[in-house]
């Protein structure tokens, strides 16, 4: 008898990994404009939650003035300590907005009344994205 799983019997608990590139739990700075014309001087920061030459995850203020499947420009700085998960220094470039959802955390409460709220992003680049590493691809 054959004991090996095809995919439709994998459980349903059970979560597939889609993406093509593993993806490394890196906090750093993130600066997304629009590409649109219209939409160019837009200008929001945040902080990355992880990284990979896919995509990334991404916290910024609410609201995010783009919506699911808008076009826009990234440019990710690395932090030194961080190089150790990615042999980068920097990424840039364009891509899409495949996910945006609200941020809950312990202060929201707080952050509700200060009107601090936060979406989390989820972020596909494009084949043009740019990887500027190191020197051999490590830090020094």
């Known amino acids: 008898m054959d004991t090996t ?8 608990d059970q979560t597939i990994e889609w993406r093509q590139h593993r993806r490394a739990e890196v906090e750093a700075p993130i ?18 939650k992880n990284v990979s030459l896919a995509g990334c995850y991404a916290i910024v203020p609410a609201p995010f003035p783009f919506p699911v499947g808008a076009s826009i420009y990234c440019a990710i700085t690395i932090p030194r300590a961080a190089m150790k998960y990615l042999p980068f220094s920097r990424i840039m470039g364009s891509g899409h907005v495949v996910r945006i959802e609200v941020v809950r955390t ?18 596909a680049f494009s084949r043009d994205v740019t990887a500027l590493g190191t020197m051999r691809g490590y830090p020094s």
Do not use: C, H, W, Y
């Not at 200008?43 to 990355?48: E, N, R």
């Open 5 to 12: 799983k095809s995919p439709m019997s994998v459980q349903q």
């Open 106 to 123: 312990e202060a929201d409460s707080q952050q509700e009344s200060s009107g601090n709220l936060r979406v989390g992003l989820g972020i």
């Open 31 to 48: 600066e997304i404009r629009g590409l649109d014309i219209q939409e160019s001087m837009r200008f929001v920061t945040g902080q990355t």
